[in-house]
């Protein structure tokens, strides 16, 4: 499937601003599922989400509501990623 044009969380027409706390987490993953990206190259779509996780739970620090925000947003991109996914290793 195409890229997305939109850098940040969501796909383009249900996309947050730069002022979603996890948009340099969010920005990160978009990079990482870029056709031809190097994390492409090396690594599965699984361990890219997870790693998208891992930053987000890390920004999410103490708040409940930031980590279970950050748990819908991974989930998101594991059921629905994989469209934009055109790498190597699928998991």
């Not at 599965?44 to 947003?73: N, T, V």
């Not at 991109?77 to 996914?85: D, E, N």
Request: hydrophobic share 35%.
């Amino acid at each position: 499937m195409k890229d997305d044009e939109h850098v940040g969380c969501g796909i383009s027409p249900l996309a947050t601003g730069k002022d979603d706390p996890f948009f340099k987490a969010c920005a990160w993953h978009d990079e990482a599922y870029l056709k031809g990206s190097l994390h492409q190259e090396k690594y599965s779509r699984k361990r890219i989400d997870e790693q998208f996780l891992a930053q987000m739970l890390e920004i999410a620090g103490d708040s409940w509501a930031l980590r279970l925000k950050a748990h819908i947003y991974y989930t998101l991109a594991r059921a629905l990623g994989g469209q934009f996914w055109e790498g190597r290793k699928q998991n």
